[in-house]
């Protein structure tokens, strides 16, 4: 059986984007590395590097996307509350997409927020995940 170990994003601003994991999500630097004169940086989830990683590289165009398209990454979070202080950073600083909302289980409390390159992250508490 095959298991996902990574996601791959190509990125405008490797340091921003970064930052951003960090910040939002808690992610941690797992590696900083420099290939061919690329700097291509790995993220994880404190104690899970062995598991899953988020690989940012540079040099990418921005990532555009339709209104209708739902596509996102997911992040679980401990309470209701931690929901709200990531939509209330987000709101501040121009990156709230979708608001705090509740919804029937299984999709729970979430807001959206787009990371620097303009992915949509989603925020949740409550989900039968995480």
């Known amino acids: 059986m095959a298991c996902l170990t990574h996601i791959?994003?190509?990125?405008?601003?490797?340091?921003s984007c970064v930052t951003f994991y960090q910040d939002y999500a808690g992610m941690q630097l797992v590696r900083d590395r420099h290939v061919n004169g690329k700097h291509i940086i790995w993220l994880a989830e404190p104690g899970k590097a062995a598991q899953f990683i988020f690989v940012i590289l540079p040099d990418g165009p921005g990532h555009q996307q339709s209104s209708m398209d739902f596509s996102h990454f997911g992040f679980a979070l401990a309470s209701q509350q931690q929901v709200d202080a990531i939509a209330q950073k987000a709101e501040k600083e121009g990156r709230?997409?979708?608001?705090?909302?509740q919804e029937p289980y299984p999709v729970g409390y979430y807001c959206g927020v787009?990371?620097?390159?303009?992915?949509?992250?989603?925020?949740s508490y409550g989900q039968p995940l995480g």
């Open 8 to 15: 791959a994003l190509h990125v405008k601003d490797v340091a």
């Open 96 to 101: 709230l997409l979708w608001p705090v909302r």
């Open 114 to 123: 787009l990371d620097p390159d303009g992915n949509r992250v989603e925020f």
